[in-house]
């Protein structure tokens, strides 16, 4: 039971974190207002949500379980056209399976249901139908890497697929001209929980100055 209740917290803060990026990218990126400009929210949300929060309901309807779901919405709100990558994609498989068992500790009382069973893979989850879900100690570290996994593979990937669309126009290679709306990107995808590894600010835009660069020749 105490595995269960941990495995629901770290699928509620991955969500959180989808939920908390995306509604900050719309506030600050044209490319996602523009995607977010001819989708509804509630009349509920209109008079009752300030216009920073405004996002949040626009992100309702989006559930960040499955594959698709997480998909569907960088591509509906980011406006991600091309293809994702694998190793994003293999992420996103995999943390569809956990939220397939936090779907069973919520819904099924712990145990696992066909329709679970048969997105886990029937063949080899069939034995373990409407059996009670118990994790070992590894396998519960085990889902909370993949949970951590999904997030620092998309922040990733969002980092370099929103930054390398601004117009050209944007960027004067000059530090302290291009500071002011690096810094907005920056502070939205940098690491907050440790600041171990973390590339500083302006080391970062000195990166990115030198991949635009190297694709501009």
């Not at 989808?18 to 990126?29: G, N, V």
């Not at 779907?103 to 373990?128: D, E, M, P, Q, W």
Request: some cysteine; glycine content about 4%.
């Amino acid at each position: 039971m105490q595995a269960q209740l941990v495995l629901l917290g770290v699928v509620a803060a991955v969500e959180s974190f989808f939920r908390t990026l995306l509604r900050r990218l719309i506030t600050i990126d044209q490319e996602c207002q523009k995607c977010a400009e001819d989708q509804a929210v509630t009349y509920g949300a209109a008079i009752h949500l300030s216009k920073e929060m405004m996002p949040e309901a626009l992100l309702e309807r989006f559930t960040f379980v499955s594959k698709k779901s997480l998909e569907d919405a960088l591509r509906k709100i980011v406006g991600v056209k091309e293809n994702f990558p694998p190793d994003l994609v293999a992420t996103f498989e995999d943390y569809a399976a956990v939220c397939q068992l936090r779907h069973c500790a919520v819904h099924r009382f712990g145990k696992l249901g066909v329709n679970n069973a048969i997105i886990l893979g029937l063949t080899s989850h069939k034995s373990n139908l409407e059996k009670p879900l118990v994790f070992t100690y590894s396998e519960l570290q085990n889902a909370i890497a993949i949970s951590t996994s999904v997030v620092k593979t998309t922040n990733n990937f969002l980092f370099n697929e929103v930054l390398s669309r601004l117009p050209a126009a944007t960027w004067s290679s000059n530090w302290g001209k291009d500071k002011r709306v690096f810094l907005q990107y920056y502070q939205l995808f940098a690491e907050t929980s440790s600041t171990a590894g973390i590339v500083p600010a302006r080391d970062a835009y000195a990166l990115f100055q030198q991949e635009l660069s190297r694709h501009s020749t």
